[in-house]
Protein backbone atom coordinates (compact mmCIF):
# COMPACT_ATOMS: atom_id res chain seq x y z
CA UNK A 1 0.00 0.00 0.00
CA UNK A 2 1.30 3.42 -1.04
CA UNK A 3 1.72 5.93 2.17
CA UNK A 4 -0.38 8.50 2.51
CA UNK A 5 0.97 12.24 3.24
CA UNK A 6 -0.96 14.75 5.32
CA UNK A 7 0.84 17.80 4.25
CA UNK A 8 -1.52 20.31 6.18
CA UNK A 9 -2.24 18.66 9.90
CA UNK A 10 -5.25 21.13 10.47
CA UNK A 11 -7.20 18.94 7.44
CA UNK A 12 -8.09 17.11 10.34
CA UNK A 13 -10.48 19.47 11.11
CA UNK A 14 -11.67 20.38 7.73
CA UNK A 15 -15.20 19.76 7.26
CA UNK A 16 -15.76 20.40 3.27
CA UNK A 17 -14.17 17.48 2.58
CA UNK A 18 -16.77 14.56 4.40
CA UNK A 19 -18.19 12.76 2.53
CA UNK A 20 -22.19 13.56 1.72
CA UNK A 21 -23.63 10.09 2.72
CA UNK A 22 -23.00 7.28 4.65
CA UNK A 23 -22.13 5.80 8.13
CA UNK A 24 -19.28 7.60 10.18
CA UNK A 25 -17.58 6.01 13.19
CA UNK A 26 -16.43 7.79 15.99
CA UNK A 27 -13.72 7.02 18.76
CA UNK A 28 -13.55 8.26 22.39
CA UNK A 29 -9.78 6.98 22.93
CA UNK A 30 -8.98 6.61 26.70
CA UNK A 31 -5.26 4.92 27.91
CA UNK A 32 -7.75 1.60 28.96
CA UNK A 33 -10.39 1.84 26.94
CA UNK A 34 -11.66 3.36 23.52
CA UNK A 35 -14.90 4.02 23.36
CA UNK A 36 -16.48 3.84 20.17
CA UNK A 37 -19.82 4.94 18.51
CA UNK A 38 -21.78 4.62 14.55
CA UNK A 39 -24.33 7.04 12.96
CA UNK A 40 -27.45 5.91 10.54
CA UNK A 41 -26.39 5.99 6.73
CA UNK A 42 -28.29 9.19 6.76
CA UNK A 43 -26.53 10.88 10.06
CA UNK A 44 -29.67 11.28 12.03
CA UNK A 45 -29.19 9.02 15.07
CA UNK A 46 -26.03 7.66 17.11
CA UNK A 47 -25.50 4.51 18.88
CA UNK A 48 -22.58 3.58 21.02
CA UNK A 49 -20.82 0.05 20.41
CA UNK A 50 -18.83 -2.30 22.75
CA UNK A 51 -15.64 -0.11 23.53
CA UNK A 52 -11.98 -1.69 22.31
CA UNK A 53 -10.00 -2.37 25.14
CA UNK A 54 -6.91 -0.75 24.59
CA UNK A 55 -3.59 -2.58 24.26
CA UNK A 56 -1.30 -2.17 21.44
CA UNK A 57 -1.36 -0.06 18.08
CA UNK A 58 -1.50 -2.96 15.95
CA UNK A 59 -4.18 -4.32 17.16
CA UNK A 60 -6.37 -0.81 17.86
CA UNK A 61 -5.91 -0.40 14.23
CA UNK A 62 -6.67 -4.09 13.35
CA UNK A 63 -10.15 -3.88 15.50
CA UNK A 64 -10.98 -0.26 13.67
CA UNK A 65 -10.53 -1.44 10.76
CA UNK A 66 -12.63 -4.40 10.88
CA UNK A 67 -15.20 -2.34 12.34
CA UNK A 68 -15.23 0.49 9.97
CA UNK A 69 -15.74 -2.18 7.18
CA UNK A 70 -18.51 -4.28 8.98
CA UNK A 71 -20.49 -1.09 8.95
CA UNK A 72 -18.99 0.28 5.35
CA UNK A 73 -17.97 3.70 7.45
CA UNK A 74 -17.42 6.66 5.17
CA UNK A 75 -15.21 8.98 7.82
CA UNK A 76 -13.52 8.14 11.51
CA UNK A 77 -13.88 10.80 14.05
CA UNK A 78 -11.41 10.91 16.81
CA UNK A 79 -12.34 13.12 20.43
CA UNK A 80 -9.70 15.81 20.75
CA UNK A 81 -9.95 16.40 24.73
CA UNK A 82 -9.12 19.29 25.17
CA UNK A 83 -8.96 21.13 28.42
CA UNK A 84 -11.65 23.41 30.01
CA UNK A 85 -10.00 26.93 28.34
CA UNK A 86 -9.49 25.23 24.92
CA UNK A 87 -5.55 24.68 25.04
CA UNK A 88 -4.08 21.48 24.39
CA UNK A 89 -2.77 19.42 26.87
CA UNK A 90 -0.79 16.28 26.59
CA UNK A 91 -3.71 13.70 25.90
CA UNK A 92 -4.53 16.67 22.97
CA UNK A 93 -1.13 15.34 21.65
CA UNK A 94 -1.65 11.80 21.59
CA UNK A 95 -5.14 12.28 20.11
CA UNK A 96 -3.63 14.08 17.29
CA UNK A 97 -1.12 11.51 16.85
CA UNK A 98 -3.60 8.81 17.14
CA UNK A 99 -5.33 10.43 14.13
CA UNK A 100 -2.35 11.37 11.75
CA UNK A 101 -1.66 7.38 12.69
CA UNK A 102 -5.52 6.29 11.18
CA UNK A 103 -5.13 8.86 8.58
CA UNK A 104 -1.93 7.15 7.16
CA UNK A 105 -3.82 3.81 7.90
CA UNK A 106 -6.94 3.70 6.63
CA UNK A 107 -8.71 4.57 3.07
CA UNK A 108 -11.59 6.77 4.69
CA UNK A 109 -11.03 10.61 6.04
CA UNK A 110 -10.47 11.07 9.40
CA UNK A 111 -11.48 14.04 11.56
CA UNK A 112 -10.90 15.18 15.06
CA UNK A 113 -13.68 16.58 17.05
CA UNK A 114 -13.89 18.32 20.54
CA UNK A 115 -14.48 16.30 22.86
CA UNK A 116 -14.51 18.70 26.14
CA UNK A 117 -17.24 17.63 29.07
CA UNK A 118 -18.38 13.87 26.71
CA UNK A 119 -17.21 12.15 29.51
CA UNK A 120 -19.32 14.04 32.27
CA UNK A 121 -22.34 13.99 30.32
CA UNK A 122 -22.03 10.99 29.07
CA UNK A 123 -22.45 9.45 32.79
CA UNK A 124 -25.32 11.70 33.82
CA UNK A 125 -27.32 10.05 30.47
CA UNK A 126 -26.26 6.53 31.50
CA UNK A 127 -27.61 7.71 34.98
CA UNK A 128 -30.47 9.01 34.17
CA UNK A 129 -31.03 5.54 32.23
CA UNK A 130 -31.11 4.48 35.43
CA UNK A 131 -27.76 2.28 35.56
CA UNK A 132 -25.49 2.35 38.50
CA UNK A 133 -21.81 3.49 38.71
CA UNK A 134 -20.71 -0.31 37.87
CA UNK A 135 -22.99 -1.12 35.01
CA UNK A 136 -22.12 2.42 33.72
CA UNK A 137 -18.17 1.72 33.82
CA UNK A 138 -18.64 -0.36 30.91
CA UNK A 139 -20.84 2.00 29.11
CA UNK A 140 -19.74 5.36 29.27
CA UNK A 141 -16.73 5.34 26.64
CA UNK A 142 -18.71 4.69 23.80
CA UNK A 143 -21.42 6.45 25.11
CA UNK A 144 -18.99 9.54 25.02
CA UNK A 145 -18.02 8.48 21.64
CA UNK A 146 -21.33 8.65 20.68
CA UNK A 147 -22.14 12.10 22.15
CA UNK A 148 -18.38 13.24 20.27
CA UNK A 149 -20.56 11.95 16.94
CA UNK A 150 -23.13 13.58 17.38
CA UNK A 151 -21.15 17.16 17.55
CA UNK A 152 -19.18 16.20 15.05
CA UNK A 153 -22.78 16.19 12.79
CA UNK A 154 -24.37 19.14 14.22
CA UNK A 155 -21.24 21.06 12.43
CA UNK A 156 -21.90 19.72 9.26
Do not use: H
Request: charged share 30%; hydrophobic share 40%.
Amino acid sequence: MQQKEITNPLELTDLSTVPAEGRIVSLDPGTKRVGVAVCDELRFTTRPLPFITRTSWKKLLVEVKTILAELDAKALVIGLPLRSDGGESEMSSEARSMARRFSLSLEIPVYLQDERVTSYEAKSRLWQRGLDVKESRSQVDSEAAAIILSDFLDRL
